[in-house]
């Protein structure tokens, strides 16, 4: 059995969830895993209820976290054109001195102050999975919860669809 503690969530991050009663699950997987795809096995959950974490930074916002569902692909220009500003992702190196890692980047594991985007995609979905933090554990909850966790994220359509 996995313990909390070997996860990279603070341990007011899991009471928050308690004390709100929040439905939630812990995933160990057995093997590290690096894409959506690999995750959805491990956690044994279809692709679209993996989500995607990218970090983003822009001459304004110096980090933006953008989120979408794992059968979905980003469209950078629909963030440049919510925020209004050049919008880049943060290259490796950017990644790591967040201490962070990529391939397991969770919104609730990042020390910075962030904007957060969240593709509305994300919300036809009830139950969502996304990484913990480390690259052989996830978290699950209800998609509602996670948006409301986030605390005013917003809520655009982010992601490549076949009209553009």
């Not at 967040?98 to 020390?111: T, Y």
């Not at 913990?132 to 655009?156: D, H, Q, T």
Request: a positive charge; charged letters at 25%.
């Amino acid at each position: 059995m996995l313990s909390l503690k070997q996860t990279s969530f603070t341990s007011d991050f899991i009471k928050d969830l308690k004390d709100r009663s929040i439905d939630f699950k812990i995933y160990h997987h057995k093997v590290n895993t690096f894409s959506c795809e690999q995750s959805a096995i491990e956690r044994s959950v279809m692709l679209n209820q993996t989500l995607k974490c990218m970090l983003g930074k822009s001459p304004e916002i110096p980090l933006i976290l953008l989120m979408l569902r794992g059968d979905h692909k980003l469209k950078i220009k629909k963030v440049r054109s919510l925020l209004n500003t050049r919008v880049t992702l943060l290259d490796d190196h950017e990644i790591i001195s967040l201490g962070l890692i990529k391939g397991a980047i969770s919104p609730f594991v990042i020390n910075k102050s962030y904007t957060a985007i969240i593709d509305d995609a994300v919300l036809e979905i009830e139950w969502m999975t996304f990484s913990a933090g480390k690259l052989n554990l996830g978290l699950g909850m209800p998609s509602c919860n996670l948006v409301e966790l986030l605390k005013n994220p917003k809520v655009a359509q982010i992601r490549s669809t076949s009209r553009n």
